[in-house]
């Protein structure tokens, strides 16, 4: 019923920034929380940020200071600025939302965007 576009992942050298977006599209009224995770080779899938309808925002200590989530709840998109990229930010990076229908949490994942960090 929901899905998630990503766009904006690339390689890129340690210091310069990327911008990823995730457009959702399909039979909703809106979407509650979205989410950007990233996942390493070997390593867990980490949450790296989190924004809420009313956009209150939470980052992992990692890329605090660096990163910015924000969306257009009208365009139902969600963004994730990346400033002064490190190879260690090098993942498959995912978007996530959160539906509710009929009062039911419904969790839709995007594709995933390849974002290579060289030194």
């Known amino acids: 019923q929901v899905q998630l576009v990503e766009s904006g992942g690339g390689l890129v050298q340690a210091g310069e920034s990327l911008k990823l977006s995730c457009v959702a599209s399909?039979?909703?009224?809106?979407?509650?929380?979205m989410a950007w995770y990233r996942q390493a080779p070997g390593k867990q899938r980490e949450l790296v940020a989190d924004i809420t309808y009313g956009g209150h925002t939470n980052y992992v200590d990692s890329v605090k200071g660096r990163f910015t989530i924000s969306r257009d709840n009208a365009k139902n998109t969600v963004y994730l600025q990346m400033n002064s990229l490190k190879p260690e930010d090098s993942a498959v990076y995912y978007c996530r939302g959160i539906v509710l229908i009929a009062g039911i949490r419904y969790y839709y994942w995007g594709q995933g965007t390849q974002v290579t960090v060289s030194s």
């Open positions: 399909g039979s909703f009224r809106s979407i509650d929380a």
